[in-house]
């Protein structure tokens, strides 16, 4: 990693492990130059491929653009001034570098942990007229090729100013033969790659939920049209938020790309008084010359590593045992006990008890905000049960879901002015409840009050914290007219102020987000909660397709994934125990059903099951991942994770449905050392270049729903 600035031609090079970020202050415009390969920094790279001209700011490659004096592509912000113009022009103004990376106020972000492993740019762009400042922020990390932006827009003039735009990242490419790649969904249906041509005009993407959503992430790649796991070029751009974003690929009628992310402008529209800052959300941007898998690659090791904290961040993760599937809101004190028993012969290590232990939750209708125990389901409350559970050698954990407030509920009766609501208009409700305020601080304060109380009182190591809907009527009782448009990004300022607190005060709790799923599995989550759950589907033909997807962003240790029963809630599908546990285990693993109920057999299956994920768990949580067979593309799937010395790797093989006659399975493996021998149990000792490049062959597999792993040692 490196910076290193040609004060001559004010040209900046960003070094990370392989790859160079160049851009360069021209006529006064701060220029992109360059974004790929790593070039060598022989002092004079400045290329000029486009001389900016000040009356054709529509041909020049710009990191922060702005609308209305040439440019007539999408601006990187937009503000408007108290005479109701809207135009502005930055031109450079300063630079400073940081041996550090200063943390993003109120905002999860990359951040540095020791000294010297990361360098911070900081280029002052200003607008004479208005007063207007902006930030720019460009962060690289020792052995990684991620770099890291964001910027902060500054009113230095003497007059309020209305931020109606202001995006983390905009850069101009060269490359409209490239494919956009994105992941799509909905709630049981996440994470599915999609991929397909630019073109001239927009791809996209983008939430007006208040949630990153099921169905967009935050995340778009641009990748060159050869581009698989282990080849071809790759853009990608990630962003560390949770609300509403954008993230936008335009090929104008150059054939340039001009590719942006951030928080997403519809409906923005923020008061800067003069003097105040605004800060946007950090975009992270990985360049891959090695195929979508070194993207991959990339984004794991920085978010699992410097975007995850806490006690846990470097920890393997417990096996647990949820009651949602086995019980739903129907439990007992005795019931929930009596899982917990068995979880405890077969290994299981945390019991977590799900929704239904408070107010008066009998079904989704009602109690959200009574965060008060169900006496009669849990007579002794919620601190016995915990440590009846701690007796069976499990570790206790509980669900809430705290943004939450049910119109049938005591704390509605008492505020009915405390959710989300514009004044004489319906409050829409989703599963029959609605979003409490967290712009306002007294409701941020009362919920910290409340779940401090409920967490400090048990012996609880884990809490799975819930958000089951978007936001409608997004207005504030508390804010004025003016200040409305800001409230859907201040409730996320409350919310991540809120997870800070939560988080900081109960540093020994591990905490997984949740919302119906994967419905905000983003940057921005991982940051205070170090693992997410990644789908409500728990069927493990479906999970292929979740799972794979969610990886191409998301750290594995991340990836909350549970055997089910069958025939499976979701979909009504039988497969087998040996898959549903194959698909669980290549994530954070845990079971979801009713342990009381196994067969001899299946204890015996699910014994070794535990007893092999201990053994491999941190392979697999902190190893690396090789996507091998794409369920999007074959009709089969395969992946692998390779310990980071690489001695030890673990590839699971799934095959959905038999097919009569096949020829030999050849599976070529990916992420070893070719310099290595390896043992493939049962298969004997092969050279790891052998196994990359030939592969090993084996039998199709018999039956539906069958799947395989295969174990390497080196030796
Ligand atoms: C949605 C979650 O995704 C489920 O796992 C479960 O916790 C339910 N909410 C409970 O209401």
Redesign the pocket.
């Known amino acids: 990693m490196k910076i290193r600035v040609q004060e001559n031609e004010l040209l900046f090079h960003l070094q990370g492990e392989t790859v160079s970020y160049i851009m360069q202050v021209v006529d006064g415009e701060l220029v992109h130059q360059y974004w790929g390969k790593k070039l060598r920094d022989t002092g004079n790279l400045s290329m000029l491929p486009h001389t900016p001209k000040s009356d054709n700011l529509d041909m020049l490659h710009q990191e922060y653009p702005q609308y209305g004096n040439g440019d007539f592509r999408n601006p990187a912000y937009q503000i408007k001034l108290e005479d109701g113009s809207r135009i502005t022009h930055l031109k450079y103004d300063s630079y400073r570098i940081l041996s550090c990376k200063p943390v993003l106020k109120g905002l999860p972000a990359v951040y540095s942990e020791k000294e010297d492993d990361t360098l911070t740019l900081e280029i002052t762009l200003k607008d004479a007229y208005s007063g207007l400042a902006v930030v720019m922020s460009y962060s690289v990390f020792a052995g990684s090729d991620a770099v890291a932006r964001s910027s902060r827009l500054v009113n230095e003039g003497g007059k309020r100013l209305h931020l109606l735009r202001a995006l983390s990242a905009s850069v101009d490419l060269d490359v409209s033969d490239y494919e956009a790649l994105y992941l799509a969904g909905a709630w049981s249906r996440e994470a599915h790659l999609q991929r397909r041509p630019l073109g001239p005009g927009s791809t996209k993407l983008e939430s007006r939920r208040g949630m990153s959503g099921h169905q967009l992430n935050p995340f778009l790649a641009l990748v060159s049209p050869d581009a698989g796991e282990e080849q071809g070029e790759v853009y990608g751009f990630s962003l560390v938020y949770s609300g509403n974003f954008l993230a936008e690929a335009e090929v104008d009628f150059m054939q340039k790309v001009r590719v942006q992310i951030g928080m997403n402008p519809f409906d923005f529209d923020w008061v800067l008084e003069a003097g105040d800052s605004f800060q946007t959300p950090e975009a992270v941007l990985v360049y891959s010359a090695e195929g979508l898998g070194g993207m991959s690659r990339t984004y794991h090791k920085l978010y699992r590593t410097r975007l995850c904290r806490g006690e846990y961040r470097d920890q393997v993760r417990p096996i647990l045992v949820n009651n949602?599937e086995a019980t739903y809101f129907n439990f007992t004190a005795d019931k929930i006990e009596e899982i917990a028993k068995v979880g405890s012969e077969l290994g299981i290590e945390l019991f977590v008890l799900?929704?239904g232990w408070f107010g008066k939750r009998n079904d989704?209708t009602t109690s959200l905000g009574d965060w008060f125990v169900n006496e009669e389901k849990l007579p002794l409350g919620l601190g016995n049960l915990a440590e009846r559970i701690n007796k069976q050698g499990l570790k206790f954990g509980l669900?809430v879901e705290p943004e939450m407030i049910s119109p049938e509920s005591e704390l509605y009766r008492a505020h009915p002015d405390w959710c989300l609501h514009v004044e004489g208009r319906r409050r829409t409700e989703a599963r029959t409840q609605l979003v409490l305020d967290l712009s306002r601080k007294e409701i941020e304060d009362y919920l910290f009050d409340t779940l401090s109380g409920i967490f400090g009182s048990i012996p609880l190591s884990y809490v799975?914290w819930?958000m089951?809907r978007s936001l409608t009527e997004i207005g504030s009782a508390d804010a004025p007219a003016e200040r409305q448009g800001e409230i859907a990004h201040r409730y996320m300022l409350g919310v991540y102020s809120l997870m800070e607190r939560i988080t900081t005060a109960f540093p020994h709790i591990l905490f997984e987000s949740?919302s119906?799923?994967g419905g905000r599995f983003d940057p921005g989550m991982l940051y205070y909660m170090p693992q997410a759950?990644a789908s409500?589907d728990t069927d493990s033909v479906e999970r292929l397709k979740i799972q794979y997807g969610t990886s191409l962003i998301y750290p594995v240790s991340s990836i909350g994934a549970h055997v089910s029963a069958v025939p499976n809630h979701q979909v009504g599908r039988f497969t087998p125990l040996s898959m549903r546990g194959d698909v669980a285990m290549s994530g954070n693993f845990g079971y979801e059903l009713d342990l009381t109920r196994f067969t001899e057999e299946e204890r015996i299956e699910v014994k070794r099951q535990i007893a092999l994920y201990k053994d491999i768990r941190s392979i697999i949580q902190q190893g690396e991942l090789y996507r091998l067979k794409s369920p999007f593309e074959h009709k089969e799937t395969a992946w692998m994770f390779v310990s980071e010395d690489k001695t030890e790797a673990i590839a699971f093989y799934f095959k959905v449905l038999a097919e009569p006659f096949g020829p030999q399975i050849n599976l070529r493996f990916r992420g070893l050392d070719p310099e290595k021998n390896y043992e493939v149990e049962g298969f004997g000792t092969y050279g790891g270049d052998r196994l990359m490049q030939v592969g090993l062959s084996f039998d199709p597999l018999k039956g539906d729903y069958a799947s395989t792993i295969f174990r390497l040692t080196a030796v």
């Open positions: 949602w799900d929704d989704d669900w799975k819930d089951n949740c119906s799923g759950w409500d």
